[in-house]
């Protein structure tokens, strides 16, 4: 699972040279891989001024697939939610 840690990245440039969208290619992380600030390579049309050790995105879990049934539907095998009591919720209030 892929999860977006920083959505926006603070920079200073010239007002016609403000980035619309920052894209970041992830394709080569791996389940416990993260991308932080200093890992990218960013247009020199703008500074980052973002802290170079805040991460972007980074990938904490996959579904493994444990068996194939009959009718070639996968099982997935993934962590279970955690049930929480609604007293449970009011006591930490």
Do not use: R, W
Not at 41 to 57: A, G, R, Y
């Amino acid at each position: 699972i892929l999860q977006q840690q920083l959505p926006k990245v603070e920079v200073e440039c010239l007002p016609g040279n403000v980035p619309k969208n920052i894209t970041v290619d992830v394709s080569n992380l791996s389940i416990g891989d993260s991308l932080t600030i200093s890992d990218v390579e960013f247009s020199e049309d703008f500074n980052i001024l973002t802290e170079p050790e805040k991460v972007i995105v980074s990938v904490s879990k996959a579904e493994e697939i444990i068996e194939e049934d009959d009718d070639d539907e996968f099982v997935y095998e993934t962590e279970e939610a955690q049930v929480v009591e609604e007293d449970d919720v009011e006591d930490h209030q």
